[in-house]
């Protein structure tokens, strides 16, 4: 069982910056798959970026360039630092995690991924 809380969301301008820290409970988040995840109103959720066990990472269109993911596994945290942030980046941003057997293994669709956070408010203004 591992449980997931996200932080770090806010209200931020167009062009500014944010981190989101989303800590994991449990002696064995370094073999799980994490992942960044949004969902606006209206909207589908969607995958903002991925990481594997191993640091693999994998980020959504939308995002390369702007967004970056990364895990600190001796401290259970998972981070996306996010850059030049756009009005459609606005969502709630959701952390999600799945156990792996191989450590270059990420996921990309909700379904895939058993555990979630809370998720937290991220709004850019124009």
């Known amino acids: 069982q591992v449980q997931l809380v996200e932080s770090g969301g806010g209200l931020v301008q167009a062009g500014g910056s944010l981190r989101l820290s989303c800590a994991a409970s449990?002696?064995?988040?370094?073999?799980?798959?994490m992942a960044w995840f949004r969902q606006a109103p209206g909207k589908e959720r969607e995958l903002v970026a991925a990481i594997s066990s191993g640091g693999s990472a994998y980020p959504a269109d939308s995002v390369k360039g702007r967004f970056t993911i990364s895990r600190d596994n001796a401290k259970n945290t998972l981070y996306l630092q996010m850059n030049s942030l756009k009005p459609e980046d606005t969502a709630v941003y959701y952390c999600?995690?799945?156990?792996?057997?191989?450590?270059?293994?990420?996921?990309?669709?909700?379904?895939?991924?058993?555990?979630w956070g809370q998720g937290t408010q991220v709004t850019v203004s124009s």
């Open positions: 999600a995690a799945d156990r792996t057997l191989y450590s270059g293994t990420y996921y990309r669709t909700p379904s895939e991924y058993t555990y």
């Open positions: 449990g002696r064995t988040f370094r073999n799980y798959a």
